[in-house]
Nanobody
Framework: QVQLVESGGGLVQTGGSLRLSCAAS????????MGWYRQAPGKQRELVAA???????NYADSVKGRFTISRDNAKNTVYLQMNSLKPEDTAVYYC???????????????WGQGTQVTVSS
């Protein structure tokens, strides 16, 4: 079982930037596919970005060109750099690990507790 702890959320103005971090423990991090999901009030949880152990990435269309996912296997940490933030990016962001299937993260095995990101207009 993998334990995931997110950090880095907060309040930012439109056009601003934030970097989320997710520290993992309890498994062989370097072999795991990792990802970031988000859930806004009244909406379903959606995959924002994902990365394989070999650093192949996948992004939701809504964040392409603005968000970057990366990982540091030596630190057992995955990051989400968010630039040019918009009010519609406001959500709770969750770190996740699971299987890489059909070019994206599927069958999530572990979730973090979530971190709130709020973008003011």
């Amino acid at each position: 079982q993998v334990q995931l702890v997110e950090s880095g959320g907060g309040l930012v103005q439109t056009g601003g930037s934030l970097r989320l971090s997710c520290a993992a423990s309890g498994s062989i991090f370097s072999r795991n596919a990792m990802g970031w999901y988000r859930q806004a009030p009244g909406k379903q949880r959606e995959l924002v970005a994902a990365i394989t152990s070999g650093r192949v990435t996948n992004y939701a269309d809504s964040v392409k060109g603005r968000f970057t996912i990366s990982r540091d296997n030596a630190k057992n940490t995955v990051y989400l750099q968010m630039n040019s933030l918009k009010p519609e990016d406001t959500a709770v962001y969750y770190c996740a690990t699971g299987l890489w299937v059909a070019g994206t993260l599927n069958s999530v095995r572990s979730w973090g507790q979530g971190t709130q990101v709020t973008v003011s207009s």
